[in-house]
């Protein structure tokens, strides 16, 4: 039902929340809940997940990292005058919710707790605590993390930002004042959080099969529908000269001068000097739809390119182009969502990557970060559904190693490293 209705119009925007209160972290933790150190006899779910969370989870240090002297810095520049108290920070570093929507137990400082993910628990916690099915669950306000294209939605709501929420998106300013660059792939960021929850029989019994590679598919479609929204949000439009930058690719103007690469762009025959638009998602999904759906493949790839050459003509060409590239999107969803994935698809699709991944001097970064990031969901998908021998699997996870550490930083990415890596990847593809 959430999923239609993300395709209906609303990927992308901010989800429907349910109204009610957070409860705070403590809620879920205690040890017959959340908190236990090992599954209790019966349970269909780890139980360690507050433990997972608190100990290897990010998210869980995402407050106390404002209290950070780099915090600090990046408050400074931006004239804030602190970064724990500031809602720019709070809104993405916390569980950020109103105060009258905060339960006795709620604590700012637990950073992006179980609610931020899973919505307020206030409305379904009764019944929850009883036993009541997921499905149960979901009617009484539990957000879906578990469709793929929801999670993508509520992930990329802190992972790139809400397009329309000047408090909740980070702009080049923030960049520049020395916020880190911020990439995501559903897939590879579901297993890096790192995942709290294991898909085994009682899992797929409860909640369906699911396939790395169509999470990495939905989650290609989101990101592109979220970064148009972006640029067809008027609060990114030009402001005196320039749009909003932080929806170009770095590299187009971030390189040093030592380092020449006067060419026109291959992928998208402009001409040399011009500023692409971040692409990264687009191109990833041109790759997934050629195979899936081969038609509405092509109609992204025209709007693509035309979203590109708008850049040479006006912001309100660039808008126009946006739109149609959305929609080649989100027209692609149900596609995507009801593909059953073969071994031959995923071959392909590997080999797919591997031919539009960014390659010689100019290789983008972000394009680098999202090869990297979907061969990665494709080794996963083809390791879980073993379309790969054990010695297979090896092989192109240690091919993985190099590629991860060529696009580990993007201040010192060097597009030779990744190149070569991939090279090495290539050989490991099984045919
Ligand atoms: C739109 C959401 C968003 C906003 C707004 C935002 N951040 Fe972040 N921030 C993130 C995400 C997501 C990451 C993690 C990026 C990654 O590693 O992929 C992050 C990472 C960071 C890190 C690095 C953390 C680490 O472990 O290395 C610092 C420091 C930081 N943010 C500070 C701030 C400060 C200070 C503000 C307010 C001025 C702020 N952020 C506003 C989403 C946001
Ligand atoms: C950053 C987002 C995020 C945060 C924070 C988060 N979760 Fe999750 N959680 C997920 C995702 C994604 C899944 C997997 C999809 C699904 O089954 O819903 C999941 C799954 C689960 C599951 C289901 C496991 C199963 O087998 O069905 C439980 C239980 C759970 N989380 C509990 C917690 C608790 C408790 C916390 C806080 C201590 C927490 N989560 C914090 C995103 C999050
Ligand atoms: C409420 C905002 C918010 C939501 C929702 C959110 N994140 Fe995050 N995430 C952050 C912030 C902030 C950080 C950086 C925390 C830090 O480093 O201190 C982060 C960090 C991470 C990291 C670590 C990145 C790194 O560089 O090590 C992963 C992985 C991640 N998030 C995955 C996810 C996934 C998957 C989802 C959706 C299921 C999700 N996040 C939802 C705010 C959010
Ligand atoms: C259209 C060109 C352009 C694009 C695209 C662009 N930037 Fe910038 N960036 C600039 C300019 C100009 C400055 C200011 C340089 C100065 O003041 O010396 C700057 C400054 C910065 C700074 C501060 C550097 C410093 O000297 O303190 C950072 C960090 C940064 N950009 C990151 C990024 C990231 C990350 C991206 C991609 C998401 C990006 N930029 C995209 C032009 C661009």
């Known amino acids: 039902m959430l999923l239609l209705l993300a395709i209906s119009g609303q990927a992308g925007a901010q989800p429907a929340e349910n109204e009610g209160r957070h409860l705070g972290v403590a809620s879920c933790a205690g040890g017959n809940c959340h908190g236990a150190v090992e599954r209790l006899k019966g349970s269909s779910v780890e139980q360690n997940e507050y433990l997972t969370w608190s100990h290897r989870d990010k998210h869980s240090k995402a407050y106390s990292v404002l209290l950070e002297e780099r915090s600090l810095r990046i408050a400074r520049n931006l004239g804030l005058p602190d970064a724990k108290t500031s809602e720019l920070c709070l809104n993405c570093h916390a569980d950020n919710v109103p105060q009258n929507r905060r339960g006795p137990t709620f604590q700012i400082t637990d950073g992006v707790g179980c609610e931020a993910c899973h919505g307020g628990a206030e409305k379904w916690l009764g019944e929850h605590i009883s036993g009541a099915s997921h499905q149960r669950n979901l009617e009484r306000g539990m957000y879906p993390t578990n469709q793929p294209a929801e999670r993508a939605v509520k992930c990329l709501s802190c992972h ?12 080049h300013r923030i960049m520049g004042a020395g916020h880190p660059y911020m990439g995501f792939e559903l897939d590879t960021y579901t297993a890096a959080q790192p995942a709290h929850f294991k898909v085994d029989e009682t899992y797929v019994k409860r909640k369906g099969p699911v396939n790395d590679v169509q999470v990495w598919a939905l ?9 148009m929204d972006a640029l ?11 749009p909003e930058l932080v929806l170009f690719d770095c590299q187009s103007c971030h390189h040093a001068m030592t380092q020449l690469r006067w060419e026109p762009r291959s992928s998208t025959r402009l001409p040399p000097g011009s500023v692409d638009i971040n692409d990264a998602y687009g191109v990833m999904l041109r790759v997934i739809a050629a195979r899936v759906a081969p038609e509405a493949g092509k109609s992204l790839s025209q709007h693509l390119l035309a979203l590109h050459h708008a850049t040479t003509e006006g912001w309100a060409a660039v808008q126009r ?3 149609a590239v959305r929609k080649a999107a989100e027209d692609l969803m149900p596609a995507l969502a009801s593909h059953n994935f073969t071994r031959d698809d995923m071959k392909a699709l590997m080999e797919g990557v591997i031919a539009v991944a960014p390659s010689g001097d100019d290789a983008a970064y972000s394009g680098a970060a999202q090869v990297t990031m979907g061969l990665s969901s494709i080794v996963a998908a083809m390791k879980s559904l073993e379309f790969v021998t054990a010695d297979q699997a090896k092989a192109m996870n240690n091919a993985m190693n190099p590629l991860y550490d060529a696009v580990a930083h993007d201040e010192v990415y060097q597009p030779a490293a990744f190149v070569s890596a991939l090279q090495q990847f290539k050989k490991t593809v099984p045919q």
Do not use: C, R, S, W
């Not at 790139?160 to 702009?171: L, P, R």
């Not at 989650?219 to 970064?227: E, I, N, S």
């Not at 067809?232 to 320039?242: I, L, R």
């Open 232 to 242: 067809m949000d008027p609060q990114h439009g030009p402001k005196g000269v320039f």
């Open 219 to 227: 989650g290609q479609a989101v990101g592109l529908v979220k970064h």
């Open 160 to 171: 790139f930002g809400v397009e329309n929420d000047a408090n909740k998106f980070v702009t």
């Open 321 to 323: 182009e946006a739109g």
